[in-house]
């Protein structure tokens, strides 16, 4: 019960304006992201909210705007998130109606994040106990809440798990689809931000699926085209542009260089398609 299929958040920043709790994962949202932190400010301000920040770090961000700072030992994000959804479901603070309805997995959930007491997880991410307590109770009792992701969890030790937990925290709070709720899982480079943001997820507009003929032709409606002449394409990702190229289909290729080929899960292969072009 972990991820929402698909690369975009499901929050806004209207849920920022909104929210009484911002969670702050790995994102030290004052030096990356200067305006949003100023809105962040304003919204915690304004509603008379709090800010918890998870960072082994002191940064700006925990200094200027941090009620709780969560210093946590480098490559300990998961057994944080176990610790703290070990204490919202002992605490009776999950929403078991929302949790039968809308999600698959509860049950092994429970049964691993028991194995993380308090105890054991103030041990291990080496932090007060009664940070992790009060982490908890907020999140816990806070129903206008906000998370963000940035780096320090997703592109960190156990990243997709430690990730994917944050989400789990609001699926079992019902703290989703709601004024002020939601996990915004951010990304690094600006372009990619951008996609998410107007949710494009590098392809059609609100995640629209090309496969399927309701969602095209509500797009044709908004775009004022004529569906019956329109061709939507399935994008392609990078993976399947460099197979292409591999099979000589392709004998240029303009390239936006954010993320280096060392991230690229099949990096080998890419590097050797790339050879092929003359440059």
């Known amino acids: 019960m972990a991820n929402f299929g698909a690369d975009g958040p499901v929050a806004s920043y209207v849920d920022v304006d909104q929210a009484d709790l911002l969670c702050l994962y790995g994102h030290n949202v004052a ?3 200067t305006v ?78 028991r194995e993380y007491p308090p105890e054991r997880v103030a041990e291990i991410c080496d932090i007060p106990k009664s940070d992790l307590e009060t982490a908890a109770k907020w999140i816990g009792t806070t129903p206008r809440m906000v998370s963000t992701v940035l780096q320090g969890f997703y592109q960190s030790v156990e990243a997709t798990a430690s990730s994917s937990l944050v989400n789990t925290v609001h699926l079992l709070l019902g703290a989703i689809g709601k004024p002020g709720a939601g996990p915004l899982l951010m990304a690094g480079q600006p372009a990619a931000m951008a996609n998410r943001e107007t949710g494009a997820g590098g392809s059609y507009p609100g995640y629209r699926n090309p496969h399927s003929e309701t969602q095209m032709r509500d797009l044709c409606r908004h775009w004022n085209l004529d569906f019956d002449k329109s061709h939507p394409e399935v994008p392609k990702n990078i993976l399947l542009m460099m197979e292409t190229a591999e099979r000589a289909r392709s004998s240029s290729c303009g390239l936006s260089a954010q993320i280096r080929s060392s991230a690229c899960p099949t990096k080998t292969a890419a590097n050797e398609s790339c050879a092929g072009f003359s440059w």
């Open 36 to 113: 949003l932190w100023e809105r962040m400010l304003a919204a915690k301000q304004k509603n008379g909210g709090r800010i918890i920040v998870a960072d082994p770090r002191r940064t700006p961000t925990v200094r200027q705007g941090a009620d709780l700072h969560l210093q946590l030992h480098v490559g300990t994000n998961v057994a944080l998130m176990n610790g703290i959804i070990h204490l919202l479901i002992a605490r009776g603070w999950v929403n078991r109606d929302f949790i039968s309805k809308y999600t698959v997995g509860f049950e092994q959930l429970d049964a691993i994040t």
């Open 31 to 33: 030096e990356v992201q």
